[in-house]
């Protein structure tokens, strides 16, 4: 039998045990920074393949190796995630989350099941192939800094050192038996900034008494979304959305300040070093010009995710073997943002999206929302073609 195929005859073999984990891991979330039963289990089914592993990377991360022949040929290293959201799920399933205010919305239950049905695939098939794969299993993908910087500075990338990445993320708007892949530039960089505007309260029918927070906020809103459409180049995708302003003040009372928090994302990181300069020059003069105080505070997140192209293209051929080319889609540019990015900083990587989404079973529902699902066929196809795909990267 060709190896594809056993591969594929494995990852059928194996489904009804990943949806199980995946159900269970589903039911028992746990926030970022917080996995920590998680992380135990994952080590557990680990042990009980047989596979070498560390528990323990960045608190709870897991890291396993299954080496093939003359395992230190090559090393690919192959990533998921395994943290959740606070979000209340709505959803009526027998695997609803058990945690009130706590639940797998992004799909990290997903990706940390099928990279132990990846893992469980390898282990069987490891005297046919040369190399060592590397397992990442990373805690925190949703809250800053992000795991993967903080097992990047423990060292996951280093003893043995991978010559590249790969990871996968569910996407309910691609129907489960395809995947979508971009080459290039993906996902954008994400910082958060929060400010504070002093003022001067009072009455609001006496507003020449106040220095006024509100209209001073409206202003800054105003002019840093010049920033965007007057100081960045149009060809470099950028985006600065304020989400949250809080004033506090009444119909008729002016509050003494106003706190606003947004977000500043692109794909360039020069531009978003100079535009986190402009940012600062214009709420500073705003500030000075109408006479409040303001804290301004950018914090510097996630950068940008970029897919290594030598790589994608070759990653892209194996995929196309293995779903066939009609099942492997073009997908545009996203400014969401994803701690991915790190890695693909550090060594070449692959990123691509996993399709799991199904209209006729009305599995629809967008990932951060409370009534995000998956459609639990598409468990098989991501345990098969991720072993596939680090299979065929070690022999290349």
Known sequence: MELKDRIKQLSKS?????????RHLHANPELSYEEVETGKFISSTLSQYGIEHEHGCAENGV???IKGRNPDKKIIALRADMDALPILEANDVPYKSKKEGVMHACGHDAHSSSL???????NEVKDQFEGTVKLIFQPAEEKFPGGASIMIKEGVLRNPAPVGIIGQHVHPPLEAGKIGMKAGMY????????????GQGGHGALPQDCVDPVVITAHIITALQQV??????PTTPTVLTFGKVIANGATNVIPNKVYLEGTFRTMDEKWRAEAHEHMEKIVNMVGESM???IDFLIKKGYPFLIN??????????YAEAYLGKENVVDLPIRMTAED????????PGVFYRLGTGNPSKGITSPVHTTTFDIDESSLELSTGLMAWLAIKELSN
């Not at 194996?14 to 995946?22: L, Q, T, W």
């Open 14 to 22: 194996y489904h009804k045990e990943i949806v199980a984990i995946r």
């Open 116 to 122: 132990l049905g990846t893992a469980r695939i390898l």
């Open 308 to 317: 290594n192209e030598t790589m994608t293209h070759k990653v892209r051929q």
């Open 340 to 347: 991915f990015a790190y890695y693909s900083h550090e060594i």
């Open 291 to 293: 006479g409040a105080k």
């Open 228 to 233: 965007v459409s007057r100081k960045s180049d």
């Open 187 to 198: 996902m954008a960089s994400a910082d958060e900034l929060y400010l504070t505007v002093h």
């Open 63 to 65: 890291v396993g190796l």
